[in-house]
């Protein structure tokens, strides 16, 4: 099935520093959602987005629906060693909105 | 507030087993319900959803099934394990909403 385009696949940063990672499609979206992922637990629920050009900010994450409604950007400000994880962005597409597509993946590493 | 339950949290299995992976819902009524499996470091693949009790749609064909016996319960299951069975598996429910929220999933080792 069809997979949204994460990127970047890693990352490696130092404490403190701000990370930002995107998602895109080749398909016009009606929802983008934001999941991190810690080893060995289920995905939870950063930040849902259900209109273009919106911007929603969750404690130090922010995440934005792109205006072509093709694309979704997750920041995350002043990282912290807890931040370690996958983030996954998934979204419905206006072809299909009974499933929801998945990207790839963003591995997160902070190192203090 | 709702809460989703997996169990087993892990389990191993040999080739040729059976397999019943249970998930229940608390706190909502007629949620849509998933099954995901997710590969060591990649992304979701979605198995099995159900819109209601008895209604079950295939997304991936293979030697899983999924059934949904009650409105909050949602059981995957095998009659033959296969070694390419493993995984982490992933329930998750939806209300009104197109947000999806998971369960803490069951790691799945077949040797």
């Known amino acids: 099935g069809q997979q949204l385009n994460q990127s970047p696949q890693s990352m490696f940063i130092q404490e403190g520093e701000d990370v930002s990672m995107n998602c895109t499609s080749s398909?016009?979206?009606?929802?983008w959602l934001w999941y991190k992922q810690d080893p060995g637990e289920g995905p939870v629920l950063l930040i849902a987005?259900?209109?273009?050009?919106e911007l929603t900010s969750n404690g130090r994450l922010t995440a934005q629906f792109g205006i072509t409604r093709k694309d979704s950007f997750l920041n995350i400000s002043a990282s912290i060693p807890s931040d370690v994880g996958i983030y996954f962005c998934?979204?419905?597409?206006?072809?299909?909105?009974?499933?929801?597509?998945f990207g790839t993946g963003t591995r997160l590493q902070v190192f203090p | 507030s709702q809460t989703i339950h997996q169990w087993p949290a892990t389990l191993v299995q040999p080739v040729g087993s059976p397999l019943s992976l249970e998930c229940t819902v608390e706190?909502?009524?007629?949620?849509?319900l998933y099954w995901y499996r997710q590969a060591a470091g990649r992304g979701l693949q979605l198995l099995f959803y159900?819109?209601?009790?008895?209604?079950i749609s295939s997304e991936v064909p293979q030697n899983l099934s999924a059934s949904r016996p009650q409105d909050r319960q949602f059981i995957l299951s095998s009659k033959k394990l296969l070694l390419s069975d493993s995984g982490f598996y992933l329930c998750?429910?939806?209300?009104?909403?197109?947000?999806?929220?998971f369960g803490p999933g069951t790691r799945l080792t077949v040797l």
């Open positions: 998750a429910w939806s209300g009104g909403s197109d947000t999806q929220y």
């Open positions: 159900s819109v209601g009790i008895g209604q």
């Open positions: 987005l259900y209109k273009a050009g």
């Open positions: 706190g909502t009524s007629n949620p849509n």
């Open positions: 998934a979204g419905h597409a206006i072809y299909n909105t009974d499933k929801l597509i």
């Open positions: 398909s016009i979206f009606n929802t």
